[in-house]
């Protein structure tokens, strides 16, 4: 998904699609999943080219599919990421300020432009749990992954749950307190 990233070199992309669909031709598999969060940002215009020339021949259906979290759960569930890995410190309030600016969460523009690209085979679902197979997105991934046909899960699936409030302050207050610590970022 990075080497679909607006102004990655182009060169990159068509060298990790190629890769791709070797490791895709060496597998005995009647389902393939290619599943990144970063295609989020990707163009999906270079990619589409991409899949056209180099999987779309060795391939028999493509097709994607992007759940989508209501606009709230959203922007809270980012400023949570953020906050765990140490990339924002601040209030909710001020990272709503921050990306407001940006669009990141104005969705419909993106959508488009991934199903003017991509046509009938680009599914979006809303991330609403009583709107999933099961109530669960992995059951329900797993159902359009595999077209409908019949699966069965062998391990059962983890709930992901978020920190508390209380403990994203604390995890906030520990980062900050590291970056005093430190004249440059750790690994």
Do not use: C
């Amino acid at each position: 998904a990075n080497a679909f990233l607006p102004g990655a070199p182009p060169k990159k992309a068509e060298a990790q699609m190629r890769a791709l669909a070797e490791q895709i031709d060496g597998l005995d598999a009647g389902v393939v999943v290619v599943s990144s969060e970063n295609f989020e940002s990707s163009d999906p215009v270079t990619l589409a080219a991409a899949v056209d020339r180099v999987l779309a021949p060795r391939a028999g259906r493509i097709r994607l599919i992007a759940y989508v979290r209501p606009h709230i759960e959203r922007v809270v569930s980012s400023w949570a990421e953020r906050i765990k890995l140490g990339l924002f410190h601040r209030p909710l309030d001020a990272y709503i300020e921050r990306t407001g600016q940006n669009g990141r969460f104005l969705y419909h523009d993106r959508l488009q432009r991934w199903r003017t690209a991509f046509g009938t085979a680009f599914t979006v679902r809303p991330m609403i749990r009583a709107e999933l197979l099961d109530n669960d997105v992995v059951n329900d991934f797993l159902a359009f992954a595999f077209d409908g046909r019949d699966f069965r899960l062998t391990a059962p699936v983890l709930a992901n749950e978020s920190l508390s409030l209380r403990h994203l302050a604390l995890l906030a207050a520990v980062h900050r307190a590291f970056a005093r610590e430190q004249a440059a970022p750790s690994p």
